[in-house]
């Protein structure tokens, strides 16, 4: 008989995501996202990081201070990264992320013809530039919904 207690693709495929969260080297904010096509094959995954090239170290991480000595000028988030990496056309895939994307990270998935959003939080809710994401998403027909994670455990 089969087993009964395996995990769905949805607790699968953002569990990708989670674990690809946890390379981020950004202290406060950790985002993983895996992106999965219509067969339901895994064809982009990407994390919170620094563009290729750039040191991790010698880079700010703070949230606060004089802009340029913050992180947000230069992380690239982990959706971008996702499409960037993608092994294939996106039209009709369905990205899984860890906090809902914002409204730069918006455009290219709706320009990449994902058609689906699947997250966990969504921990800026309210901001503008929060708003202006499902703005985007909306207009362009993008379905969405939040999950719970269930805990994953593994087994010697
Ligand atoms: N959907 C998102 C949202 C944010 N990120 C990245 C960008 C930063 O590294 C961090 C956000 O900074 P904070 O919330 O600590 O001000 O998370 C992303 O990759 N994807
Ligand atoms: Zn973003």
Not at 24 to 47: F, H, L
Not at 101 to 117: D, F, V, Y
Not at 138 to 154: D, F, N, P, S
């Amino acid at each position: 008989m089969k087993r009964k207690d395996y995990i769905s693709w949805d607790t699968y495929f953002m569990g990708v995501a989670k674990l690809s969260a946890l390379r981020s080297k950004d202290p406060s904010t950790q985002v993983g996202a895996c992106i999965v096509n219509e067969e339901k094959r895994i064809v982009g995954i990407g994390y919170n990081g620094l563009p290729k090239g750039l040191d991790d170290s010698s880079f700010a991480w703070e949230k606060e201070g004089s802009f340029l000595e913050t992180k947000y000028p230069y992380v690239v988030h982990a959706e971008a990264n996702a499409i960037l990496n993608s092994t294939q056309n996106l039209k009709g895939s369905t990205i899984y992320v860890t906090l809902f994307p914002c409204n730069e990270c918006m455009k290219l998935i709706a320009q990449s013809g994902i058609k689906e959003i699947v997250y966990v939080s969504n921990k800026d809710e309210g901001k503008d530039f929060n708003v202006a994401s499902f703005k985007i998403m909306e207009a362009a027909g993008i379905k969405y919904r939040q999950i719970k994670m269930e805990e994953i455990t593994l087994n010697e």
